[in-house]
């Protein structure tokens, strides 16, 4: 195995701007680890490349390279920055009821939460090319979704974060927050205040800023209205 000058097992994110990875890349930030983030545009067909499939052959994002190997699903890499860097509290201890909640977040972020968003931004991979077809698929997501959200926010009910003190678990929600105020959904659906005071709270951390910076680096995209309120460092 290789390591850094700190004898540490190098660690290099690869994401794309806006996707779920932004969800790894501040579990990273935030963990103190030593770390490099390497963009692979989605839109740009770099997760498609000879280069990329040779490091996660499915073509996702978010890949956690760990030293010679590599970690796939935002939940594990989570999961593995958070248990590198205990002392951050990232995540609750292994064996604590806790760290079950914590699981059970991330399970329900990853689905339904996130297919319905993928329903609805690329209704064609479960729908096929019938326009028919795709428009009730994305209207059955939208319905979906309004009742994720709402599901989200009776979880959070009047706590700060989703497990008390913050987590990955808000990370991984603060990716979903900013996804729902796409211009594709952003009239249809209030996302409720809990989630938005969640976000609000999450957004207030400098990490976090810095890592949406190095996000927008990639691909400058539009954040929500709230988040550019105060938002006047990012590029
Ligand atoms: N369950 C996976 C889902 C990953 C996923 O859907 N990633 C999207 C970006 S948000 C992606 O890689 N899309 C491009 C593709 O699949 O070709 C995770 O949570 O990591």
Redesign the pocket.
Known sequence: MEHNSAGETPLTLYY?PK???LASYIALEESGLDYSAVPID?RAGA?RTPRYLAINPS????TLRVGETCV????AILIHAADQALAHHLIPPPGSLARARAHEWMNFI?SPV?PAF?SIFRPQLSAGDDPVVIEAVRAQAMVKLGDVLLEINRRLGDAPFALGGFSVVDAYLFVFYLWSFDARIRTALPAGAAYAALAERVWQRPDVRKVVAGDRAARAYDLALEFLIGAEDLP
């Open positions: 794309s996707a779920c990875s989605i997760n073509g996702g994002l978010p796939s699903e935002s939940q990853s996130h993928r």
